[in-house]
T-cell receptor, first 115, second 110 residues
């Protein structure tokens, strides 16, 4: 079965440092997403990406965040200057038709701990 | 985004069917109904989706009310592995995101 792969599985970083979370979506998918889940809370939408540009983003996704598809296979989330409140599980997802009528595949997540 | 209402938690016995309800009274004609689940310490996992007609797949069945204001996810024989948080989510046909709510925590007893 195809799967979305995320690396690393756990990252610890100092407050104020930049961090890059990496994802390898399913190869023929066109839509890519980042979500996050703070411990014990809901899964929150961050951003969707299609055709090499952001198609939708939430209020959480401010100037500290950016996404990139640098080489046609990876999809990255960069947090420029991490804060303690950025500590969360970050999930990458991909789909072939957006969410309108098909399934999305989620990765196992990267646990980000900001100290 | 149109809202959904689900019970906070439900309990089931192993090997028995489970019916997970979802109300979405403000659904519009172009909204798809999606169900995802999240097992402990894992990412969300697709279960099933539909628009107007009932749907079946290898994991579950989705029964959609005729007026589409509610739906029910049916797990035909619950196993311990089905213990998870189940999310009922609406998405617009042109939409590009899923908004997760709190979902229903399903506990399965052996």
């Amino acid at each position: 079965e195809p799967e979305v792969t995320q690396t690393p599985s756990h990252q610890v970083t100092q407050m104020g440092q930049e961090v890059i979370l990496r994802c390898v979506p399913i190869s023929n998918h066109l839509y890519f997403y980042w979500y996050r889940q703070i411990l014990g809370q809901k899964v929150e939408f961050l951003v969707s990406f299609y055709n090499n540009e952001i198609s939708e983003k939430s209020e959480i996704f401010d100037d500290q965040f950016s996404v990139e598809r640098p080489d046609g296979s990876n999809f990255t989330l960069k947090i420029r200057s991490t804060k303690l409140e950025d500590s969360a599980m970050y999930f990458c997802a991909s789909s072939d038709e957006g969410f309108k009528g098909t399934e999305a595949f989620f990765g196992q997540g990267t646990r980000l701990t900001v100290v | 985004d149109a809202k959904t209402t689900q019970p906070n938690s439900m309990e089931s016995n192993e090997e028995e069917p489970v019916h997970l309800p979802c109300n979405h009274s403000t659904i519009s004609g172009t909204d798809y109904i999606h169900w995802y689940r999240q097992l402990p310490s894992q990412g969300p996992e697709y279960v099933i989706h539909g628009l107007t007609s009932n749907v079946n797949n290898r994991m579950a069945s989705l029964a959609i009310a005729e007026d589409r204001k509610s739906s029910t996810l049916i797990l035909h024989r619950a196993t311990l592995r089905d213990a998870a948080v189940y999310y009922c989510i609406l998405s617009r046909s042109w939409g590009n995101k899923l908004v997760f709510g709190a979902g229903t925590i399903l506990r399965v007893k052996s």
